[in-house]
């Protein structure tokens, strides 16, 4: 099986920055879409970014767009997450996912999952 480990989270004031980190214990990362997901209180868990095998195809949420940044380092098998101008409903708990070629805003189309880190945002 492949372990997803997500690191990085935290508290951060509104208008602050977060990088979050995932790292992939797969042999085959290099080959894998990467994605960005969040779960916050009562809602269901939502899209955030998604990157191809190569970062030649990138993808993000309209509401985190011109915010976030997803970025990939396949020889360290980690998948990124820059957090700017944090707003406070950005707080969530955000899982790093993996999987070959399949519909990136689906969650199901997803194969492998992180435990997750926690992003608080206050004011």
């Known amino acids: 099986q492949v372990q997803l480990v997500e690191s990085g989270g935290g508290l951060a004031q509104a208008g602050g920055s977060l990088r979050l980190s995932c790292v992939s214990s797969g042999r085959l990362f290099r080959m894998e879409h990467a994605a960005w997901f969040r779960q916050a209180p009562g809602k269901e868990r939502e899209f955030v970014a998604g990157?191809?095998?190569?970062?030649?195809?990138?993808s993000y949420a309209e509401s985190v767009e011109d915010r976030f940044t997803i970025s990939r380092d396949n020889d360290r098998n980690t998948v990124y997450l820059q957090l700017d101008s944090l707003k406070l409903e950005d707080t969530a708990i955000y899982y790093c996912?993996?999987?070959?070629?399949?519909?990136?805003?689906?969650?199901?189309?997803?194969?492998?999952w992180g435990q997750g880190t926690q992003v608080t945002v206050s004011s």
């Open positions: 990157i191809n095998e190569n970062a030649a195809l990138i």
């Open positions: 996912a993996t999987s070959v070629t399949g519909s990136w805003r689906n969650p199901n189309a997803w194969n492998n």
